[in-house]
Structures are given as structure tokens and as C-alpha cells.
């Protein structure tokens, strides 16, 4: 992250928005990337989680 955008979260709350949630794996290394940049606490919203089972 740059220098520019760790000044938009140091020391601030944030709302992750994921549109569906898979594996986590996004949301995951988003909000890894918020906290090592100084985010106080980082919250998700998610709109649909998808249901993994077999392929057809």
C-alpha cells in the first residue's frame, strides 16, 4: 500500500465490502493489508456467500 493510501486508515475504522464470499481468501488478505497499515479494526459486509460443493 502507498504511502498516500496508509494515510486514508491510520487509525481508522473500515468497512470491507466483498460481493460474495467464496473462501475468504480476499477478504482475508484485504484486511491483513488494512491492519499492517494502521486500520483500528476493519468490519465486512458481504451480499451473498457462495455454497461450494460439487461441479455438475
Do not use: H, N, Y
Not at 467464496?22 to 476493519?42: E, N, P
Amino acid at each position: 500500500m502507498t504511502d498516500e493510501g496508509k494515510a486514508l486508515v491510520v487509525g481508522r475504522q473500515v468497512v470491507l465490502i466483498d460481493d460474495v464470499f467464496t473462501t475468504g481468501s480476499t477478504v482475508d488478505a484485504c484486511t491483513k493489508v488494512l491492519l499492517k497499515a494502521g486500520a483500528m479494526q476493519v468490519d465486512v459486509l458481504t451480499f451473498a456467500i457462495a455454497e461450494l460443493g460439487p461441479m455438475k
